[in-house]
């Protein structure tokens, strides 16, 4: 399978599938290999280092916005 560059909405698919199993599972590492998993598997390539870990950090960030959204809205 080959690397090559991967557009910023694929980038964000991946983060998407890492986000889904921070939220089952709690662990980031497994969340990096839901990325590159999702890589292989939905886009047919071979997700660099650098590619999964923007995509995890792409995906730590928007479960911050979850938290803080939730936080609004309990105390509200």
């Known amino acids: 399978m080959k690397r090559r560059y991967l557009y910023h909405q694929e980038i964000n698919q991946m983060a998407d599938a890492a986000l889904i199993s921070y939220e089952f599972e709690c ?12 890589a292989t598997d939905e886009l047919g390539v071979k997700a660099t280092r650098a590619q999964a870990a923007t995509a995890v950090r792409i995906a730590q960030t928007n479960w911050e916005r979850i938290k803080i959204r939730i936080k609004g809205e309990v105390t509200q």
């Open 27 to 38: 662990c980031w590492k497994r969340a990096f290999q839901a990325a590159a998993e999702f």
